[in-house]
């Protein structure tokens, strides 16, 4: 596709007006050079250009104005048609994916697809090979690559700055969805929280320590069928002892809450979203106990900002690409197969 001049707004059409869409809807709105043009959902649709607030797992969403010129679709196939769309933002359910990324890939369109690309890699490598193919760019929403704290993180692996990783531990656990339970907890279809909630972590693990060389897990399904809490321990090509725990299993009243702990050679670095503004820890020799805080938007607004940057550049993403995606895809599935058999499974 060609380049898009920086001084020439994305038209972005989000598809989904479920929690996740709202969110990114949102996110939009504070992106300079992103219109949102179109919205889509075969049920919800806005009245007057007005979108009602839906809950979440990271924070609510208020009801949201977009403004009387909002063009509002219940059938993918005419937004696709719609040739002043640049950009579809893919927010709906997981078996959806593979179906309305590939025929908007096709359509000429830039995609952003939510997590998890698939159900299974086989499904996640069709998304792969028609964005290969495409005149347009695909970017696979994996946010925390772009979240405060996190992309911290990375930069502080990269240089080295405390030396080496010795270990590092991940933590994402919740109470069972409370929206759109039909789609989450049917576990055949949504992956449990396997695939929904820690691949985050599976792929934040690739994200700094490159793919796995294995990885041995321990799970429960309790809710959707799937794995609802997994305990995985990856073999990473740093020789650093790398686990992370994901659960949909946390009573009612636990709410979200997501963390890390890196032990590097020089300083313990503690994350604990639990802390609010003071998530991130950093524990030193020979000096005081110190917090780092973040600035820029959440993680997001990071990756649409990335996405829109790069299409009017005329390159694609390059913090998270399709092939990213596929490999946690992989590897949560390594993760599943690990649980059934009890045995460490390679990649």
Known sequence: MKSTSSKQRVNV????????GVTHLRAYQSIRGARILAVCDSVRQPVNGIIPGVGGNIHGADALDLGKNL????????LLGDPEVDLVDLCVPTPLHVPLAVAALKAGKHVVCEKP???????????????????GFLMPAMCMRFWPGWSWLREAVNDGRYGKVLAARFRRVSESPAWSKGSYLDGGKSGGALLDLHIHDSD?????????????ASGITRLSGAIDHVVAHY????????????????SKGHGFSMGYTINFETATVDFDSARGADALRIFEEKRKPRVVRSKGPDGYGGELRHMIESIQAGNPPTIVTPEDALNAVRICEAEEKSIRTGKPVKL
């Open 235 to 250: 073999d990473v090509a740093c020789g650093a002892v790398v686990s992370a725990e994901g659960s949909w299993l946390m």
């Open 71 to 78: 063009r509002a679709y219940t059938r993918i196939e005419d």
């Open 13 to 20: 059409a989000v598809v989904g007006l479920g929690f996740m």
């Open 117 to 135: 690309l698939a159900r299974d890699a086989a499904s996640a490598r069709k998304i792969v090979r028609a964005a290969e193919k495409a005149k």
């Open 204 to 216: 934040f693990v690739q994200f700094l320590f490159g793919m796995p060389k294995s990885v041995f």
